[in-house]
C-alpha cells in the first residue's frame, strides 16, 4: 500500500512509520516539528518525508493527496498540549478541525480506500458511567477536548454522508518510548533524576494507560477492518495518577514520596475504556501496567 501519516515524526506517528516500512508499504510522512523520531528511516532512504507542509493549508493538501495516489491516510498531527490550546484556541481550532476537514476533503475528491483518525479519550470528559463504550456522551469541557470532538465528529459526518471508509481510533492514555509530554513520561524523568514526580491534584483522577505497541497494534487492526466506526483502545484497567507515579518510584527503586499541587481547571477525573467492541475487531492489550512501564524506563536509562 501507499499511506500518508500525518504528524509521522511525532510519538505514535513514527512508531506507525517504523512498522509499515519495516513491512515493505511506500510511507510518507507529513510532519513539521523534529524528525529526530524518524531519522533512523530517512537514512535509509525507505521513508519520503514532507517537513514543510501544514495540513490548515487546503491548497497544499489537496496537491499533496491529488498528486500522491494514496491507498490509505493515518491522519495524528494535532495540536495536543493543553496550555497551548488554553492560551491560543484559535490555532488549535485551525489545526485540529480545520486541518482535519482539509484532508477529508481532499481524500473524498481523490478516493483515498481508508481514513484512520486519531480521536482522543478526552472527548468525553469526565465519565458518567465507568468503564467508558463508545456511546458514551461527549461532553469534554477543554479547549482541546472541544476540537477532538469536533475532528472525530466530522470524521464519522465524511463516513456518514459518503460512504468513505473511516476509522476513528479514541485511545485512552498511551505512553512508551519516544514520548516526552505524558505523564508517564515526565514522572520517569524527574524519578531517575531523583526528583519527585508532581501531581496535579490529589492524585485521585484515574486513567487507563496504554503501552504504545498495543496501539500501533490497535491502528494496524482497523486498517484491516471495513468500515470500523468508533473504537476505543485502552485497557479497561483504572489507575489513579498517585498509583502510577508510586510503581514508577518502586520501579526505579527510589526513595522519595510525590509532590501534589493545584490542579488546573476542568480536570478531567476518570477516563478508564470499555474495550468490548476492540475486542469484538480481533484487537487486545498486551501490556499491563507493569510490564508496559518497566520497558519504558528500560526505553528511558538507555536513551538518556
Given at each position: ?7 509521522g ?28 523520531n524518524?531519522s ?18 487546503d ?15 493515518i491522519?495524528?498531527?494535532?495540536q495536543?498540549?493543553?496550555d497551548?490550546?488554553i ?22 475528491n481523490?478516493?483515498?480506500?481508508k481514513?484512520?483518525?486519531?480521536s ?24 482541546y ?8 465528529r466530522?470524521?464519522n459526518s ?9 476509522g ?5 492514555n498511551?505512553?512508551?518510548?519516544r ?5 508517564a ?14 501531581i ?25 477492518t ?6 476505543n483502545f ?13 510503581t ?7 526513595d ?15 477516563l ?10 480481533g ?22
Open positions: 500500500m501507499k499511506m500518508l501519516i500525518t504528524g515524526a511525532g510519538f505514535v506517528g513514527s512508531h506507525l512509520c517504523d512498522k509499515y516500512v519495516r513491512e515493505g508499504h511506500e510511507v510518507v510522512c507529513l510532519d513539521t516539528g523534529n524528525l529526530e524518524i533512523h528511516l530517512r537514512k535509509t532512504q525507505r521513508l519520503i518525508v514532507y517537513h514543510a507542509g501544514d495540513i490548515t493549508d491548497s497544499y493538501i489537496d496537491n499533496l493527496i491529488g498528486f500522491g495516489n494514496y491507498d490509505v491516510i491522519h495524528l498531527a494535532a495536543i498540549r493543553i497551548k490550546a492560551a491560543n484556541p484559535l490555532v488549535t481550532w485551525n489545526v485540529n478541525v480545520n486541518g482535519t476537514l482539509n484532508l477529508l476533503d481532499a481524500a473524498r481523490n478516493n483515498v480506500k481514513f484512520l483518525f486519531a482522543s479519550s478526552e472527548v468525553y470528559g469526565s465519565a458518567q458511567y465507568v468503564p467508558i463504550n463508545e456511546e458514551h456522551p461527549l461532553g469534554s469541557d477543554s479547549i477536548g472541544a476540537s477532538k470532538i469536533a475532528g472525530d466530522l470524521c465524511y463516513a456518514k454522508t459518503y460512504g468513505m471508509d473511516i476513528i481510533l479514541r485511545p485512552f498511551i505512553y512508551g518510548p514520548q516526552t509530554a505524558g505523564v513520561a515526565i514522572f520517569i524523568d524527574k524519578v531517575l533524576k531523583g526528583e519527585p514526580p508532581v496535579q491534584g490529589d492524585g485521585s483522577q484515574s486513567r487507563d494507560y496504554i503501552y504504545i505497541e498495543d496501539i500501533v497494534e490497535a491502528y494496524d487492526c482497523m486498517l484491516k471495513n468500515h470500523p466506526g468508533v473504537v485502552g485497557t479497561g484497567t483504572d489507575t489513579t495518577v498517585k498509583k502510577l507515579a508510586e514508577i518510584i518502586n520501579m526505579c527503586k527510589k522519595i514520596k510525590p509532590e501534589y499541587r493545584n490542579a488546573p481547571p476542568n480536570t478531567t477525573m476518570s478508564v475504556a470499555d474495550i468490548t467492541k476492540a475486542k469484538k475487531i484487537w487486545e492489550p498486551k501490556y499491563n501496567l507493569e510490564s508496559g512501564i518497566a520497558k519504558f524506563i528500560s526505553w528511558y536509562k538507555e536513551v538518556k
